[in-house]
């Protein structure tokens, strides 16, 4: 399909790319935004709770990654990957959240319940099991330093390769791999055998 000049790329192409997005948001294109929005909502939102922002807080951070995307979009460089670029905006924000919550020394938060689907009776045992271990991996990602915890996160619950994991973070591959070591090592202590990878389906 052909976009007329003056057509919309949100509404010209069925399933426009995020690069095809960028350009039209940085020519005022308010839809193209929005699609962007809609499409990395979801990563930025496990992503920051995966980081250890609590829930009540979730959205107020979620806001904040998408203002700066915003903010910073004319700065984004074409042709890598955008998802990348929304990790690294979303990992800041949570260490910038963290911190500002160590700096409260009243407001200490409490470990986070996140809510269980209902399971069926047939697979209530797997259901309760599986519940159990995503409850403890999200206390066990908490003894990780920030840089395990993200990438951790970001290379085996997210899928990203090692190269992609160094640029978001603006590190190494080798700190990446070192860094990837230590926190398998202690969350398999504080897990067992099966927190080696992909302990969390997306």
Request: aromatic share 4%; glycine share 8%; charged share 30%.
């Amino acid at each position: 399909m052909t976009k007329s000049i003056d057509e919309p790329i949100a509404a010209a192409v069925p399933d426009p790319s995020d690069d095809a997005l960028v350009r039209a948001a940085r020519d005022g294109e308010e839809r193209a935004f929005e699609l962007l929005l809609e499409r990395h909502e979801g990563r930025v939102l496990r992503v920051l709770r995966l980081m250890g922002v609590p829930r009540q807080d979730r959205e107020d951070v979620a806001q904040e990654v998408f203002v700066r995307v915003f903010r910073h979009l004319g700065g984004f460089q074409h042709g890598r990957p955008f998802r990348s670029w929304v990790y690294r905006i979303a990992v800041n924000a949570s260490h910038d959240y963290r911190r500002s919550r160590s700096r409260r020394t009243d407001d200490a938060p409490l470990p986070e319940q996140e809510p269980e689907a209902a399971p069926s009776a047939g697979g209530a045992a797997e259901a309760v099991s599986a519940a159990e271990l995503k409850r403890r991996l999200h206390t066990a990602l908490g003894l990780l330093s920030d840089r395990e915890r993200a990438v951790f996160v970001l290379r085996e619950i997210e899928g990203l390769d090692g190269r992609s994991v160094a640029r978001v973070l603006g590190i190494t591959q080798i700190t990446v791999r070192r860094h990837l070591g230590r926190a398998r090592r202690r969350l398999q202590v504080a897990l067992g055998p099966r927190a080696g990878g992909n302990s969390e389906g997306r």
